[in-house]
């Protein structure tokens, strides 16, 4: 009797009984009790770890696709892998009590890509199952090898507070999880990706990948280079219900020049959504590498945990960040060690050269609403002094700053924001820790080089009772609206203007009953450039 083994999507499979009584090596005579169903063993794997399978799960996978596709099933077991090449219409499933083990030989990886499982001009391929792959990430922990630009400056603050200056650093196989170059309709579901050595999941120049319910760990203090996701190049992601714990990045949009490549292409049509994630570095990001345009991503509905950054746009390579909407939020962060980037702030959003003679790229129409953090670190966006950002909508953002967990104090500011032309800021509160305090804590809220903006139902007061700063601070503003607003107990000096280009700015209905003083300026000509009801 001919019998059929059915399986839909995102549902584990009958039983490995079902897929052959007979677990020993046999024939390809008979690898499988069904049309399109091909069980390793089948093929000569064991399922001992001391024994390689990369053969045996390659001839299944090649048999699967020239028989027009199907899925290739690992049953419960322990594997000892190199890089295994999915092909057309194939699916991976990974049962639970199957793990795929990094080989620790390097003639194991006959591809020119580094990864356990590659795919390459391929349509209609997935992994699936509640198994799981470990990467056997190796580390050392030595001296500091080279500073790192992009912080430099907290690298210095470190060395001057006497912090050991060694860090960890990635040993042994250096290998992606998962590259894939160019293929169109990927689905990953359910399966579990442990300690790899590089990044877990490469996506490069792909388009419609589905990625769902699936587990991401590395560890979070050695794990350098382990990011989560990494969507390069690509179209028409989905990332959701998944939690991802990453040494470095959780989830990364970037457009990088790929080997061989004259240019790179756009990121655009990104979702990521219902997922908890946690980050030594920042949990999601767009950056820094921005050779092509990375345009119409949402971030929404996520839990951010015991991470270094929340999220992050950082544009270094002349490309544009458009139509960014980072909503429904919960973010709490905390100090990393000083090696990670991110100081435990909510954002940074940031605009750069990468080198002298790199072009300068925008950051435009970005929309943040309904966040709620608990942070250690000052919140930035800051355009170029030759580009400004353009259109940031900050709407009802609930920041609790709370002292720094290191040694190597750098928080300033809760938020701080420099060369943007267009800010419209509604229902932002700030709150400062009262039983611990930070004695560089200044000002809630930095304006600096900002026009054309709205400031609406703002709430908070300055980092200290005792402090000089100003709860809002506004350098060189012009065409802009205070109102609504309201200072906290505690505060003293509620608004201060300061720099010489400040004009155009109305003040109305405010609250400054709680404040020693309304507004102070920096010098007297600023009072005319102040329409105060």
């Known amino acids: 009797m001919n019998r059929r083994l059915w399986i839909k999507s995102g549902t584990a499979f009958a039983g490995a009984s079902l897929l052959g009584s007979n677990n020993n090596v046999s024939t390809h005579a008979n690898d499988t009790i069904s049309d399109n169903i091909y069980n390793v063993k089948n093929f000569g794997a064991t399922g001992n770890r001391n024994d390689k399978a990369t053969t045996a799960i390659q001839d299944a996978v090649d048999t699967c696709t020239t028989k027009g596709g199907g899925t290739v099933y690992v049953?419960?077991?322990?594997?000892?892998?190199?890089?295994?090449?999915?092909?057309?219409?194939?699916?991976?499933?990974?049962?639970?009590?199957?793990?795929?083990?990094?080989?620790?030989?390097?003639?194991?990886?006959?591809?020119?890509?580094?990864?356990?499982?590659?795919?390459?001009?391929?349509?209609?391929?997935?992994?699936?199952?509640?198994?799981?792959i470990n990467g056997l990430a190796q580390h050392e922990y030595t001296e500091m090898r080279g500073v790192d630009r992009e912080i430099s400056k907290e690298i210095e603050i470190a060395r001057e507070a006497g912090i050991d200056m060694r860090r960890y650093y990635p040993t042994g196989m250096r290998t992606f999880m998962f590259v894939l170059n160019n293929c169109t309709n990927v689905m990953f579901h359910g399966i579990s990706l442990l300690y790899s050595p590089l990044w877990n999941i490469r996506l490069n120049d792909c388009d419609r990948v589905f990625i769902r319910g699936i587990y991401i760990f590395s560890d979070l203090v050695k794990g350098v280079t382990s990011d989560g996701i990494d969507i390069c190049s690509s179209r028409n992601v989905t990332i959701s219900d998944s939690v991802i714990v990453t040494g470095d990045d959780s989830i990364v949009l970037k457009t990088p020049i790929r080997r061989g490549q004259e240019r790179a292409n756009t990121t655009e049509n990104i979702v990521v959504t219902n997922c908890v994630l946690t980050s030594s570095s920042t949990a999601l990001k767009i950056g820094?590498?921005?050779?092509?345009?990375?345009?119409?991503?949402?971030?929404?509905?996520?839990?951010?945990?015991?991470?270094?950054?929340?999220?992050?746009?950082d544009v270094r390579d002349g490309a544009t960040v458009s139509d960014v909407l980072i909503s429904n939020l919960t973010v709490e962060t905390n100090r990393r060690h000083w090696n990670?980037?991110?100081?435990?702030?909510?954002?940074?959003?940031?605009?750069?050269?990468?080198?002298d003679s790199s072009r300068l790229g925008k950051i435009r129409n970005v929309t943040i609403e309904n966040i709620l953090s608990h942070t250690r670190g000052t919140s930035t966006i800051k355009g170029h002094q030759d580009q400004q950002i353009e259109n940031i909508w900050i709407t009802n953002v609930q920041i609790f700053m709370n002292p720094e967990d290191a040694i190597d104090k750098r928080a300033t500011h809760a938020l701080e924001i420099e060369n943007v032309q267009g800010l419209k800021i509604r229902n932002l509160s700030?709150?400062?820790?009262?039983?611990?305090?930070?004695?560089k804590w200044q000002s809630a809220l930095v304006l600096e080089n900002v026009a054309d903006f709205e400031l609406l139902s703002f709430s908070g007061r300055q980092g200290l009772r005792d402090s000089a700063y100003p709860a809002i601070m506004l350098d060189n503003v012009s065409e802009g609206i205070i109102g609504d607003s309201a200072?906290?107990?505690?505060?003293?000096?509620?608004?201060?203007?300061?720099?010489?280009?400040?004009?155009?700015?109305?003040?109305?209905?405010?609250?400054?009953?709680?404040?020693?003083?309304?507004?102070?300026?920096?010098?007297?000509?600023?009072?005319?450039?102040?329409?105060?009801?």
């Open 75 to 132: 049953p419960p077991g322990d594997y000892t892998v190199g890089t295994i090449q999915l092909k057309d219409n194939v699916t991976l499933h990974i049962e639970a009590g199957a793990t795929l083990f990094l080989s620790q030989d390097r003639d194991d990886f006959t591809l020119n890509e580094r990864a356990i499982i590659f795919a390459e001009n391929a349509t209609n391929i997935s992994v699936s199952g509640r198994g799981s």
């Open 288 to 313: 820094t590498e921005t050779h092509a345009d990375i345009r119409h991503v949402i971030f929404s509905n996520c839990t951010i945990r015991n991470s270094n950054k929340g999220f992050g746009i």
């Open 340 to 355: 990670w980037w991110g100081s435990a702030e909510l954002c940074k959003i940031s605009l750069k050269k990468r080198e």
């Open 430 to 439: 700030v709150r400062w820790a009262e039983d611990q305090v930070e004695k």
């Open 487 to 533: 200072a906290t107990t505690g505060c003293g000096t509620f608004i201060q203007f300061i720099g010489d280009k400040s004009n155009n700015i109305t003040l109305r209905n405010n609250n400054f009953k709680k404040a020693k003083k309304e507004i102070s300026y920096g010098n007297e000509n600023l009072k005319e450039a102040i329409e105060a009801d």
